[in-house]
């Protein structure tokens, strides 16, 4: 049974640097954000130690109290928040519909996607994050986040897809040397980054190997890594100061599977030109539809951008969709040329009132030319 029935103008599923960038947005637009936390309440940050690229903080901030000034922060202008997760919707029609997983139902009106996504780990002792494990304390998944602090250490690598070259490659920095250690024989990544690591003389492989252990302690960090040759059966330490898991990443877009357009791996399909994905209303922003960048000012900054795509959808402006096309609340498609708009009952009108000349200045408008200013003096 329902705990409660909610419903909302904006409901925002994730609170990482997109969910709540989207939540400040949207709260002091006056459209009162209601932000479902998720399993991770503030995201991936909320497991790093310290962060030093997310500008605005000069010497650094630790990702848990950056994350909770994001969330202070909107909840300062009005943001509410559930500490649950959903785990099932309905995206059939608006109200979308949202079921959590401690009973409440929700219903949005346009509802921002924002659940990021997660490293895949080994689950091998000494990986979780401190102070179960190494994590944040020598074991990372992100090079461009920690490689900083490797400066002149020996680390290793895990994996060996295109993630996994692209870390050893960029590791090669700071690193005094990168071992991968793959555990077949060959790599799985593409070609060209194959051939960058190869040609790398910072860089050496470790095949057919499975990293069982991250050694070391809170006192001294990481300090190598125990490893089990697959083929001949033989265990070794080997010795490093720095574990990079590159073994992939998976958006957390299950719920949505079947409502939105993904790729193979699932991340959901945007715009380009926006952040709308196949549904109107639905946005989506942050690590759930990006594979590449993967960083906590490009999430923020698209969770921006769905939020203002919201207000817009709100207010029954066009929003871009993948297609070209825009669509409005009402349910109006403008076509990709801008020339027609299809009205909800089918009827298809010109874009272009009477009187415009269809480059969407009035037939009468006299141009108005500015004199460009000059610095010259006169002489
Ligand atoms: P992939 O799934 O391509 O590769 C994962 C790698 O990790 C594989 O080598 C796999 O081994 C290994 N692995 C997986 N699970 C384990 C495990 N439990 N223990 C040990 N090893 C394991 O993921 P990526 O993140 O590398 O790439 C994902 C997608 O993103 C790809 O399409 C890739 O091309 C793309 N990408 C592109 C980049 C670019 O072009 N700059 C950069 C990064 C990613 P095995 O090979 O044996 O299965």
Redo the contacts with the bound molecule.
Sequence with gaps: MAKETLHREVVIVGSGPAGLTAAIYAARAELHPLVIHGPQPGGQLTITTEVENYPGFAEGIQGPELMQQFEEQARRFGTEFLITFVNKVDLSARPFMLWTEDGHEIKAETLIVASGASA?W?GIPGEAPAPQGLGGLGVSACATCDGFFFKGKPIVV???????M?EATFLTRYASRVTVV???DS????KI?QDKAFKNPKIDFVWDT?VREVAGSPETGVTGVKLYNNKTGEESEFPCEGVFI????KPNTDVFKGWLDMDD?GYIKTAGVSMATNIPGVFACGDAQD??YRQAVTAAGTGCMAAIDAERFLDSLPVPMASGEEVTIEGEVVSADREQVTMPDGEVVSNHPEGSNGDGKHADDNAVVYARHSTELPS
């Design positions: 895949k080994l895990v994996g060996g897809g295109d993630t996994a692209e793959h555990r077949r790599l799985r990544a593409s980054m499975d590159a073994i992939g990443h791996v594979s590449f």
